[in-house]
């Protein structure tokens, strides 16, 4: 059973950093794609980044682009969000889910990050 | 980037009826392979959203075929037949064809 299960999650002042992470099992991790996808307070969602398989392609939303780093560990399953200069709008739910040519097959269970001083 | 455009916002439908919700998009969905990546969630009060439909009519493992998706370059619609108590939530349809994919804004299902 594929299973994505999120970490990382709180409360930070603005300008603060935070680093998620998404420990996956029940698939070859290595073969996939990844997505982080955010979901404000009652608003809709939001894809923020995005990583190869290998790791070496990354893309960004503008909005955080130069502020927030995707990353993965292949050895550890584990899928990541380096997330720099936090703003009040990024404020959300964050999601990881699976990548292929079938959209987003799986998705974690959700991690709440809460910016405000 | 591409603007993902739902309507309605928001239906309410008796248990055993049909509904379609509609999605277009401001650029063709056409990526250079040929094929459309356009896909349909459903996210469940409480819940992670959960892929119902990929690439405009491929349905997803375990989705009933009460769902079905159809369309072509902008124009997309999901519909739902014989509507269910466990169909309610927020539908999204989605786009991975162009960098900065986008989603729809959401159609909230409700049972009446």
């Known amino acids: 059973e594929v299973q994505l299960v999120e970490s990382g999650g709180g409360l930070v002042q603005p300008g603060r950093s935070l680093k998620l992470s998404c420990a996956a099992s029940g698939f070859t991790f290595s073969n996939y794609g990844m997505h982080w996808i955010r979901q404000a307070p009652t608003k809709g969602l939001e894809w923020v980044a995005s990583?190869?398989?290998?790791?070496?392609?990354?893309y960004y939303r503008d909005s955080v682009k130069g502020r927030f780093t995707i990353s993965r560990d292949n050895a550890k399953s584990t899928l990541y969000l380096q997330m720099d200069s936090l703003r009040s709008e990024d404020t959300a739910t964050y999601y990881c889910?699976?990548?292929?040519?079938?959209?987003?097959?799986?998705w974690g269970q959700g991690v709440m990050v809460t910016v405000s001083s | 980037d591409v603007v993902m455009t739902q309507t309605p916002p928001s239906l309410s439908v008796a248990i055993g009826q049909s509904v379609s919700i509609s999605c277009k998009s401001s650029q063709s969905l056409v990526y250079s392979d040929g094929k459309t990546y356009l896909h349909w969630l459903l996210q469940s009060p409480g819940r992670s959203p959960k892929r119902l439909i990929y690439q405009v009519s491929n349905l997803g493992s375990g989705v009933p075929d009460r769902f079905s998706g159809t369309g072509s370059q902008k124009d997309f619609t999901l519909k739902i037949s014989r509507v269910e108590a466990e169909d309610l939530g927020v539908y999204y349809c989605a786009q991975t064809t162009h960098f900065p994919f986008t989603f729809g804004s959401g159609t909230k299902l409700e049972i009446k």
């Open positions: 889910a699976t990548a292929s040519y079938g959209g987003y097959p799986y």
């Open positions: 990583i190869s398989p290998s790791g070496g392609s990354t």
